[in-house]
């Protein structure tokens, strides 16, 4: 089952992960947030990280989480 984040308008969205291809040939994995749950789904946000909603578009984003 996918990680699903419903923000404060009542949208759902679903988290996925994607391996790219960086300019210098470096691999880097991506998170993103989409409406629909593909192939890419991933079933929890990874370990440091949070779901959180912007508040000027109510969009979902993942961020570092603060460690104190």
Same mark, same amino acid.
């Given at each position: 089952?996918?990680? $699903?984040? &419903?923000?404060?308008?009542?949208?759902? !969205?679903?988290?996925?992960?994607?391996?790219? &291809?960086?300019?210098?040939?470096? *691999? $880097?994995? *991506?998170? !993103?947030? +989409?409406?629909?749950?593909?192939?890419? +789904?991933?079933?929890?946000?990874? +370990?440091? !990280? *949070?779901? /959180? /909603?912007?508040?000027?578009?109510?969009?979902?984003?993942?961020?570092?989480?603060?460690?104190?």
């Amino acid at each position: 089952m996918a990680y $699903q984040f &419903t923000n404060s308008r009542g949208a759902t !969205y679903f988290l996925h992960s994607k391996d790219v &291809t960086l300019k210098g040939g470096r *691999i $880097q994995k *991506i998170f !993103y947030f +989409a409406k629909v749950a593909g192939p890419n +789904a991933i079933d929890a946000v990874p +370990a440091g !990280y *949070i779901a /959180e /909603e912007t508040k000027k578009t109510g969009m979902p984003i993942l961020k570092k989480a603060v460690v104190v």
